[in-house]
Every structure is written in structure tokens, then in C-alpha cells.
């Protein structure tokens, strides 16, 4: 008998314990929450169909029974099961697994499995890990959630800088920066990599694009009241809401127009950003690439 043998065999005789399913779950639920779990963590879809397959083979009345641990003892030809998979595979998807701390593998001499010995796969340590698994698959539902609200947050200040860019463009006094200011915009990834930021990473960027926008605002505002009177072609800065006093651009009030002034929005990731009005035209002079 080797040392692994012997080893295994002591092991064996220690008796693990579990609390069972909670109240009302079932093996598939568990099954579900744990295929989520291996995916937070970043298992590979063979991996996961790999301890699909593992807990299939246990009876379903073994996870709810404390007193007796559910485990598969099913050799790894039959976890191949025409797959296209090697033995090597499924060895890499079985210590994957033990990392993760969903199963843990009690295996006799060269990997044996055997009912009677009470060698194989054994799934106590996903039941024991149910709390931590629920708590990461909230946490996970919560980042996701906010990953959308960023993006579109992005989304609409990406059409609040090309607006307010096109009205800068417009101002007939010197734009000291402005060059600096397209290029910060143009260098802004694409709406499709978005999805692949970290929440980080995407924070970072939501906040630098409000930032630039706000930076714009200002240089809009600031050169508005150096030029007075605007060009016959200048249009009007577009209010988050139609407002009934309108702001005389000489003493006679003849010509008015309303405030180059735009309300700032929430880039809190709260999704509710100020809304203007949707028939603003998409400026493609500023595209970001």
C-alpha cells in the first residue's frame, strides 16, 4: 500500500459534516447556485459542464440527509462521457474544482473511486460554502447592475460632449484648447469595449468623461459672455428643461436666446442622468473611434 494510500485511508476515517440544503432548495437550485459561483470565480465552461455532470451522478436525497455526505464515485472515463475531452482534462477540472472549494477529492491509489471505500468526489465543502456562494452571487448581481448604469451613463455624455463641442465650434472668439479637448474625446474607447472594462476601470472613465464634458461646459459658458451677441448661425445650447425666462443678448431685448448654461448630470452610476431634449442633433463631426 503506498503513502498516498495510507494517508487517504486515515482521512477517511474522519467523518465530515454538513447542514443539508437550506429549507425549500432542491439539488438543482444547489446545482445552480454553485454553476454561478464557478463562474464569478472565473471556471472554464467545460469545468463547470464537468461539475454539472458530478453532481447529476449523486442521488438528489444525499445533500439533504446530514448524516451522510453526497459524493461521486463515477471513474473519470465516465465523466468524459464522448465529450471529446482527455483524462488529463478531466484531472485539471477535478483539482480546479478542490480550489474553488466545491468538492474535495478523497481518492484511493492511482486515483481509485470505489462506493464501498467510500473513494470519490466529495460536494460537503459547496454545501458548507452555500452562505459565501449567495453572498458572492448578490454581490455579483449588484456590479453587474451598476456595469449597465455606467455605460449608460457614458452613452449620454457622449452625446452631451458632441454637442456641446459643436457649440464651441460655433463661438466665433479663440477656443484655447480645443484641439486638446477633441482628442480626449476621440481617444474614448468604443461603446462595444465597454462591456469588457473592469467596474473600476469603468468608473474611472465615466468620471473623467463627466469631467471633460464639464470642461467643455465651462469653456462654452466662459466664451459665450467674452463674444456677446452670438452669429446668425449659432444655435442655441439646448436646456435639460424648457424654461420660461430667457436671457436678453443686448439692452433692447430684441434678440434673446436662452442660457449657454446645461445642467450637470449624475454620473453617480445611478442610470439617472438629466434627460435633454431628444430631438438633439448627433453631431458626427465628433466621433469617438
Known amino acids: 500500500m503506498s503513502f498516498r494510500h495510507i494517508s487517504s485511508a486515515r482521512n477517511h476515517q474522519k467523518m465530515r459534516f454538513h447542514n443539508g440544503l437550506p429549507e425549500g432548495w432542491n439539488r438543482d437550485r444547489f446545482r445552480q447556485l454553485c454553476v454561478c459561483y464557478a463562474q464569478i470565480r472565473g471556471a472554464s465552461a467545460q469545468c463547470i459542464r464537468t461539475f454539472e455532470i458530478i453532481v447529476d451522478m449523486i442521488s438528489p436525497s444525499a445533500f439533504r440527509d446530514p448524516s451522510q455526505e453526497p459524493f461521486c464515485y463515477a471513474r473519470q472515463e ?11 482534462t478531466i484531472h485539471n477540472h477535478e483539482r480546479q474544482l478542490e480550489k474553488l472549494g466545491l468538492i474535495e477529492r478523497r481518492l484511493g491509489a492511482n ?12 460536494l460537503t ?8 456562494m449567495l453572498d458572492a452571487d448578490v454581490q455579483s448581481k449588484a456590479e453587474k ?11 449620454r455624455l457622449c452625446r452631451y460632449v458632441k454637442h456641446s463641442l459643436a457649440v464651441l465650434v460655433l463661438l466665433p472668439c479663440p477656443r484655447e484648447g480645443f484641439d486638446e479637448m477633441v482628442d480626449a474625446f476621440r481617444s474614448w474607447p468604443r461603446a ?18 463627466h ?8 469653456h462654452v459658458e466662459k466664451l459665450g459672455e467674452i463674444s456677446g451677441e452670438p452669429e446668425a448661425s449659432f444655435g442655441c445650447h439646448i436646456q435639460d428643461q424648457i424654461e420660461e425666462k430667457i436671457l436678453s443678448c443686448n439692452a433692447d431685448g430684441e434678440i ?7 445642467s450637470e448630470p449624475d454620473c453617480s452610476g445611478s442610470g439617472r442622468l438629466c434627460c ?5 442633433k448627433v453631431f458626427s463631426a465628433f466621433s469617438v473611434t
Open 211 to 218: 469631467d471633460l464634458w464639464k470642461r467643455i461646459e465651462d
Open 192 to 209: 462595444d469595449k465597454l462591456k469588457y472594462m473592469t467596474l473600476d476601470g469603468l468608473r474611472s472613465h465615466v468620471q473623467a468623461a
Open 111 to 122: 486515483g481509485a473511486r470505489c462506493k464501498r471505500k467510500g473513494l470519490g468526489l466529495f
Open 125 to 132: 465543502p459547496a454545501l458548507n460554502l452555500i452562505p459565501e
Open 256 to 262: 434673446s436666446m436662452p442660457s449657454a448654461n446645461a
Open 145 to 155: 447592475k451598476e456595469h449597465d448604469e455606467l455605460r449608460g451613463d457614458r452613452s
Open 276 to 280: 435633454r431634449d431628444r430631438s438633439l
Open 78 to 88: 465516465t465523466l468524459i462521457a464522448g465529450r471529446g475531452v482527455t483524462d488529463r
